[in-house]
């Protein structure tokens, strides 16, 4: 069956990639596999994306708070991140795809750091999709990293209360020049945030999923994409249709 032509493509998709090791429990499996069937979602996304024209897709890779989890989970997350970026990195700049990292990254593993840092300075000067990986991420860390520095620019003299505004504390965001996510998908059939993007999904349409992550593939992709084109969006204000009717 030949894919639909979407009338209305995002420009930024974020996804919260959600489900592996209920993947891999359903299948009797232990939880490393579901996290490498995970990886190959991944692919399939970020290669859709490109092919039908999204601008930013920002992944949900690694919270701040799933350092918490068991250290052999965590140390088997860090070795397909790593095998990621060095599997992938050169075909990704080879497409033209730019990589951005958004997380804290000061207490970063020395074996982590260096390579997100190397995948964003390879990528820099690329055009196309810009991949966002969302590593050491939690929203409520970035906001409170962003109003620190807003802060301390205060105290310094640059700034003055009166100045700071949602568009200053914007800039200061991990996600500075980057549009706030139009769609944002959750997998899992999980429906809530989970400290991702809270201040960037103020007006984005939210789709949740039933299925588990390492199933989300293309089909089930351009299938959500859909459900985006068919709402209107409103951001706070009447919907088009609304106001020619005299609503």
């Given at each position: 069956?030949?894919e639909a032509i979407l ?45 039908i024209g999204i601008s ?168 959500t994409l859909e459900k ?20």
């Amino acid at each position: 069956m030949a894919e639909a032509i979407l009338p209305n493509v995002p420009r930024h998709v974020a996804i919260i990639m959600d489900g592996n090791g209920r993947w891999a429990r359903a299948r009797g499996l232990p939880r490393t596999m579901g996290h490498k069937k995970g990886v190959e979602a991944v692919r399939e996304v970020v290669r859709t994306a490109g092919d039908i024209g999204i601008s930013y897709l920002t992944l949900f890779a690694f919270s701040s708070e799933n350092w918490r989890r068991p250290e052999a989970e965590v140390s088997d997350l860090m070795g397909l991140l790593k095998a990621f970026i060095r599997r992938d990195l050169a075909d990704l700049h080879r497409e033209n795809v730019r990589i951005r990292v958004i997380g804290e990254r000061e207490h970063l593993r020395s074996d982590i750091l260096p390579l997100l840092l190397e995948a964003e300075e390879t990528t820099r000067n690329n055009t196309a999709l810009t991949l966002v990986i969302a590593f050491n991420y939690g929203s409520r860390d970035e906001m409170a990293r962003a109003l620190r520095k807003i802060g301390e620019k205060i105290r310094d003299g640059y700034l003055t209360p009166d100045m700071v505004t949602p568009e200053l504390i914007d800039a200061h965001l991990d996600t500075a020049g980057m549009p706030d996510p139009d769609l944002i998908i959750r997998t899992s059939g999980e429906e809530r945030l989970s400290n991702f993007l809270l201040w960037q999904a103020a007006y984005s349409e939210l789709v949740f999923v039933p299925e588990f992550w390492p199933d989300f593939d293309r089909p089930l992709f351009m299938a959500t994409l859909e459900k985006f084109a068919g709402r209107e969006r409103r951001f706070g204000g009447l919907a088009a249709s609304s106001v020619l009717a005299g609503e």
